[in-house]
């Protein structure tokens, strides 16, 4: 599940050049000792080893450059148990364990003595503490512009409860050396005090520590250059008892190989934040392998709080095996818990609404090859890992083959909906892994008992898009499909072996005004701030049912031909419509192709401008600081999006010639404001994954044979994408419609066709009637299906059935074109001469010849009605009168 990547081996990167220097052989590796003490910000690690003549030395190595560098050499054996190098690599700050010699080897005794050395060259050593508890020693390393920087400062952390910084000034003597100036008089001050718990983290430069003189309470200290730092954040937790804890625990102030670890038996804690506003705070209590395993994870940006319990196996290891921490890794978007030899927990930390969002895994599929049961691992600097024991450091991403394997159908559905999540919106996939999930999705094309994961991938595309345009939405837009249902199913909101128990936090305290905030900490203010207020209102996130209740009353006005709405409200939605589709045109070019599918669909465009309107007044209400232009750009995107997809796929399906399926070599470019990995990429691959999967071509338009098992497959596919976007309330572009009624009529049987239409499952619109009724000859089937469509047409489709070459149709075109040609006009009470020179038919047949004189009168009133369609006069009228009365006396046939 979790992938390792090692970044750093001290025995392939250190060993090999300690071995250069002491001129020892292979063979005496051992007696060598590496062993990293510390990891700088920049990715600077620190080590130590034995030299060949009894000494001590520290070196550095460099990530970046790949380089070792010796730093400085103790003429004896010591203990080095903490250590760092300012930025300019001129100081070395060491804290020294003192020892005794017992059996051949050093034992650590309770005195610590803490200098500071003068690396460049070496020189000067002061001694800043000698005292009878650990101390830990951390260099800032301070964003700064300046090229040249004169001063450092330390952090001089005490097992006895404190925290001084010390500014050191320095100065350059002889072009070169660089020294301390006045390091007998080192300014100092007082960071923090009584804690019992402190944690460095070297990528931001804060130290977070806990006190506990009333109750327990997290503080945060934020170093800025320039000598400032203050105390910015408070959180007052419930924990449980620390009164036995008889040491300050520290982390990520590197690693103490000579401390007793009598630590083990302690509360382990951690704090993870994000910079876009997140904020967790972990901890667990030590494991027997025969007891349950607890772990807390705060969730400070949501205001709440959940403890894991999980049942371990039991027997499972030897009572008498010692107690063990779950390992917390920091992924950013997600928390891993991981217990090695029982089970990972991958902990979604922005969304916690349910625990379906979250992936728990144990066994094999739990287990991470390089972190045995014996590792020692702590998180360092750049988000990596450490095992100190081994010595290895590495990098952590998700799996991304195993995710996808996660997708099977013999997984339970909540770890298919976690891993389908964790694709879409944290993996950022790449193609080949999108066309992995596509084509996972047209094998499992019916819904899920839990979830459909058709709307779940509309979703959760969306989703990722906009909240990487805009973090605000994170709140306020649908991630997930679930929520839409009126009772969740069980399936998704437990986990087996697994107790959840959520608790609501108390409310941290950011110091300073929001205006004097800057970075993490401003966006951590919003967060907090957004956070209390969805929780005071009902209803912040966008749901579809939004959508439902205006649309099913536009529908009624529409079939009724109402306005059920003001004008300047139904100019409103067509506005949102026209901005919509200009968008969708602009990205569409190059790809306009088939004419087909730019139809004017006027349910579609409807839906689409009430979509955005319901959603642009959504936003307004509940994020009115983004300002109301940027609002409605994100609005307009996000319709975008889902207007323009089919029209983009479909074009590409119909005029492809090709038979099997070739991923793209590029991005769609026609739009730079396009997200790298757009839902509108993303359903393209999924249908034309299929249609060139199934080996389909333009002929499907054709109507005249019967759909073979692939076009029938490629219906299916088609009809339940309808589904899902009819629940969700999202609209479909013109032209879909159009092609899902044409795959229909070649793949139902006629009656089943005719029911899907009745119920309002596929549509009859005017390209596909027009196709149909030009396509199929008129035998009987035939004739019966297009009377039964023809029925089914409304009102303003009546133009359509003109197509037809029928005498049926031509009887009612007539009818028609006398009923409107004499209601029309008033009538002429003049006499009425027939002229039969100029009649066109027999004088004999005089009522006829009466009639067609009357209308022929009239046309030259006004213009033709049906102007429009060619051979619409009266003499069509006469010739189909004629026609009519020759079938039914049986003189002629159809």
Request: net charge neutral; charged share 25%.
């Amino acid at each position: 599940m979790l992938r390792l990547n090692p970044t750093f081996d001290t025995q392939k990167d250190v060993v090999s050049s300690v071995l250069a220097k002491e001129e020892t052989i292979r063979g005496n590796i051992g007696v060598l000792e590496p062993r990293i003490l510390n990891v700088e910000r920049y990715g600077v690690v620190l080590y130590s080893w034995r030299g060949a003549s009894g000494t001590t030395r520290i070196g550095k190595y460099d990530l970046h450059k790949t380089e070792n560098k010796l730093l400085y050499t103790f003429d004896k054996q010591v203990c080095v148990s903490s250590c760092s190098l300012n930025k300019e690599e001129t100081l070395l700050a060491v804290s020294l364990s003192q020892t005794t010699q017992e059996g051949g080897r050093l034992k650590p005794v309770s005195k610590c003595l803490t200098l500071l050395i003068e690396i460049h060259p070496i020189n000067n050593t002061k001694v800043l503490k000698a005292v009878d508890c650990r101390v830990k020693v951390q260099f800032l390393y301070p964003k700064t512009c300046r090229t040249t920087v004169m001063e450092s400062h330390l952090l001089l952390v005490a097992e006895d409860g404190y925290v001084d910084q010390y500014h050191i000034t320095l100065i350059r003597q002889e072009g070169y050396r660089v020294v301390m100036l006045n390091p007998e008089r080192l300014g100092r001050d007082r960071v923090a005090e009584e804690f019992n718990w402190v944690q460095w983290d070297s990528d931001t430069q804060r130290l977070f520590y806990l006190t506990s003189r009333e109750k327990h309470t997290l503080k945060c200290v934020q170093f800025y250059p320039e000598r400032n730092f203050e105390t910015v954040f408070e959180l007052p937790l419930e924990m449980p008892n620390l009164s036995s804890v008889t040491s300050v625990r520290f982390v990520n102030f590197g690693y103490d190989h000579y401390e007793e670890m009598n630590g083990k038996d302690g509360l382990r804690l951690e704090v993870f934040t994000d910079p876009v506003g997140t904020m967790c705070v972990c901890y667990s209590q030590p494991v027997r392998w025969n007891k349950d395993a607890t772990y807390t994870i705060a969730f400070v940006h949501r205001g709440c709080s959940k403890t894991f319990t999980v049942s371990l196996e039991k027997g499972s290891a030897p009572a008498n095996e010692p107690k063990v921490h779950p390992i917390f890794i920091h992924l950013g978007y997600y928390i891993v818990v991981y217990l090695a030899g029982h089970f990972l927990h991958l902990i979604n930390c922005r969304q916690q609404d349910l625990l379906c969002y979250s992936l728990f895994l144990s066994g094999a599929d739990g287990h991470i090859e390089a972190l045995g049961s014996g590792c020692e691992v702590i998180s360092v600097s750049g988000r990596r890992l450490l095992d100190v024991r081994s010595g290895m450091m590495y990098t952590t991403e998700l799996n991304h083959d195993f995710v996808l394997e996660l997708l099977s159908s013999d997984r339970p559905e909540a770890q298919q909906l976690a891993a389908l999540h964790c694709s879409l919106v944290y993996l950022q996939p790449k193609p080949v892994i999108e066309l992995k999930i596509i084509n996972w999705i047209s094998e499992n094309v019916m819904s899920f008992d839990a979830f459909d994961q058709i709307q779940e991938f509309i979703l959760a595309s969306l989703y990722r898009m906009s909240y990487q345009q805009c973090v605000s939405l994170d709140e306020v837009l649908p991630y997930s499909c679930v929520f839409e249902k009126k009772e969740l199913p069980v399936a998704l909101t437990a986990i087996p072996g697994v107790k959840c128990t959520p608790e609501l936090l108390c409310q941290p305290l950011i110091k300073g005004k929001a205006k004097s905030l800057h970075g993490y900490w401003e966006e951590l203010h919003h967060v907090l701030d957004r956070m209390r207020y969805f929780e005071a209102v009902q209803g912040p996130r966008f749901r579809t049912a939004l959508i439902k209740e205006d649309w099913t009353k536009h529908q009624v006005a529409m079939q009724n031909q109402e306005k059920k709405k003001s004008p300047r409200y139904n100019r409103n939605v067509e506005e949102n419509t026209k901005k919509v589709l200009s968008m969708v045109d602009t990205w569409r070019l190059d790809r306009r192709v088939v004419p087909l599918f730019q139809e004017e669909d006027l349910q579609q465009r409807a839906l689409v401008g009430l979509m955005v309107d319901k959603l642009r007044e959504h936003l307004n209400r509940h994020l009115p600081r983004l300002g109301k232009k940027k609002i409605d750009l994100l609005v307009v995107n996000y319709a975008a999006k889902l207007a323009v997809l089919h029209l983009t796929v479909v074009d590409k399906h119909l005029n492809s010639s090709q038979h099997s399926y070739h991923p793209p070599a590029g991005k769609m470019t026609t739009n730079p404001h396009n997200p790298l990995l757009s839902y509108l990429e993303l359903v393209w691959h999924l249908l034309e994954l299929m249609w060139q999967k199934l080996e389909l071509g333009p002929w499907v338009l054709c109507l005249k044979q019967q759909g073979s098992s692939e076009e029938w497959a490629m219906f299916h596919v088609m009809f339940r994408i309808l589904e899902a976007t009819k629940g969700l309330c999202f609209p479909l572009p013109p032209g879909y419609s159009t092609l899902l009624s044409v795959l229909g009529v070649r793949c139902l049987p006629r009656h089943t066709f005719l029911q899907y239409v009745d119920h309002g499952l596929l549509q009859l619109t005017e390209p596909f009637v027009s196709r149909l009724m030009t396509d199929l000859d008129n035998s009987d089937a035939n004739e019966q299906l297009k009377f039964s469509i023809l029925k089914r047409l409304p009102e303003c489709m009546e133009k359509v059935r003109q197509q037809w070459d029928h005498p049926v149709t031509s009887a009612c075109i007539s009818r028609e074109y006398v009923r409107t040609l004499l209601e029309k006009y008033p009538e002429n009470r003049e006499t009425i001469s027939l002229d039969h020179g100029k009649t066109f038919f027999h004088p004999e047949f005089l009522p006829l010849n009466y009639l067609a004189k009357i209308l022929a009168d009239r046309e030259k009133q006004a213009l033709n009605p049906f102007e429009s369609e060619e051979n619409v006069d009266a003499r069509f009228v006469e010739e189909t009168a004629l026609k009519q009365t020759l079938i039914k006396l049986g003189f002629e046939v159809k």
